[in-house]
């Protein structure tokens, strides 16, 4: 009876799984219906049944080498402007300058001559003054009074020293004691050591002489030119002569 009972829901079993075999719910095999099949075709519209012909063409048509990609056309640069032009500016156009110096001119004639020269505008003008040494002045200072100074004169004579005189207020030195006028410089600082010797003080000893003025004048050797002979013939006692530009 047990036997017979397994043997029964073993049939059941069987049928049950050849009946899902056939329906399919097992998977999917070959053996399908024809409406199915192309009811899961995808795109069937597209699908093309080649002959031999149209094969090789394709097959032809996919070992054809690719085309070379095109050239890359660079574009030329951009031209450069061109600098703006630089302004030259013209020549200068060098003038020859020329110097000429008049030495050995007294105050008077130095005065003149400059005042002269000083007219003309292309030409530029120095005075250089020297004093030629010629003596050396043994002397009291000037006084502020003429009473002042006749009264220290009276001091120096009553000390022994005689030899000595009062410059008028109208004199170069107005008021100065002059103790005398030496051609020597030793000379006059051995007036000077007698004179203290006495007892006297505030004894000076200056350098006299002629101031004597050189006169440069500079311009362009033209102009400077057409005026230096003119001006020789009339400063008597210059010497003429050359000196730097």
Known sequence: MPILR???????????????????????????????????????????????AAIAARQAEARKPEPPPAPVVVPPPEPVPAPPPVAVAPPVVSVPRACVAFDGLDDEAAEAFLQQVRRVAELTVRDQPSTEVTSWWVHIPAHPTKAAAERRAAEIRAKGWTDLFVVGENGSRPLTISLGLFK??????????????????????????????????????????????????????????????
């Open 6 to 52: 397994f043997l029964i829901i073993l049939l059941v079993l069987l049928n049950v799984i050849a009946l899902a075999a056939w329906q399919g719910w097992l998977g999917q095999d070959g053996t399908r219906s024809e409406p199915e099949r192309i009811t899961n075709q995808l795109k069937p519209d597209r699908i093309q049944v080649l002959d031999d």
């Open 184 to 245: 020597t410089a030793a000379a006059a600082r051995e007036q000077q050591r007698r004179i203290e010797a006495k007892g006297v003080r505030g004894v000076a000893i200056e350098e006299r002489g002629d101031t004597i003025h050189r006169i440069e004048i500079r311009g362009a050797a033209e102009a400077l030119a057409q005026r230096v002979s003119d001006w020789s013939g009339t400063l008597s006692g210059a010497t003429r002569q050359d000196c730097t530009p």
